[in-house]
């Protein structure tokens, strides 16, 4: 079976996201990084895509090329079936570092990208607060981010990602710093946000992870990466119907996805 990085990319403006062969390259000379080496997938509208591997080899790379912050040395990224220039409204982005704005509230920093866009304040302020309250931070709207815990402002960071309502969410690491119980509620606002009352897929979403359950709970898909200079090791399609609910973590069948993804993992160390 060819690897998947060495397939034909078809072309097509119902793939919401194609990367096509990119690789990246930082520096030049003797300090030049390879951080990717050839990576190509494609991503349907409305999938739910996790992005997993080892630190360092390329996730974080590869969404802002997908964001539009970076440009690949050599390939593509499509998104809409148009290469990817610059950063647009139809991706929104939650960074690893969270970014917060410090001179900002919590409610500012929700608020900020839909001032922006030029809505009214009691609109903004309304979307603001529901997501505000769906990421459990009721009660902390005047709050800056240097008062905040680190879970805490990457509540606040994901709130804000949501509150503008971008068709691509691009997700770097959301729940990294979240308690275990507080990750395990979020992941399912994060699929509800997704996922619609009418069960319909209203988003497509690129989810970098280093949590096998959280890759395995969420995703249609998972990419695993292999370690830096960082290519497409292998694509696992996870096959439990939607919505996912939390009594499926105990099923068997799920802890085999989640063994398999922890065995290919592993496999990587001491390479
Ligand atoms: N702006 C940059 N300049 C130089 N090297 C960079 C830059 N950004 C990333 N790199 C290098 O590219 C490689 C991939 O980095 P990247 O941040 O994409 O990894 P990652 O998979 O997101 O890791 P982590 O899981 O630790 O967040 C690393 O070796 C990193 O040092
Ligand atoms: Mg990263």
Sequence with gaps: MPSPSSEAVHRSAKRD???DRVHKVFGAGESATTALDGI???IEDGEFISLIGPSGCGKTTLLYMIAGFHTPSAGEVLVSGQPVTSPGADRGMMFQEYCL??????QGNVEFGLRIKGIAKSERHEIANSHIRRVGLDGFQN??????SGGMKQRCALARCFANDANILLLDEPLGAVDAMTREELQDE???IWWDDDNRRRK???NV???IDESVYLSDR?????PRPGRVREIIEIPFERPRRPELRFEPEYQRFVAYVHDLLKSFKGH
Excluded: A, E, K, N
């Design 101 to 106: 704005f410090p001179w900002l509230t919590v």
């Design 222 to 226: 998972i990419i695993v990466m292999s």
């Design 204 to 206: 497509t979403v690129v």
């Design 209 to 211: 992870t280093h949590s």
């Design 143 to 148: 709050r800056y981010p240097h008062q905040l």
């Design 190 to 192: 994060i699929q509800d």
């Design 40 to 42: 190509s997938f494609q």
């Design 17 to 19: 996201i194609v990367v």
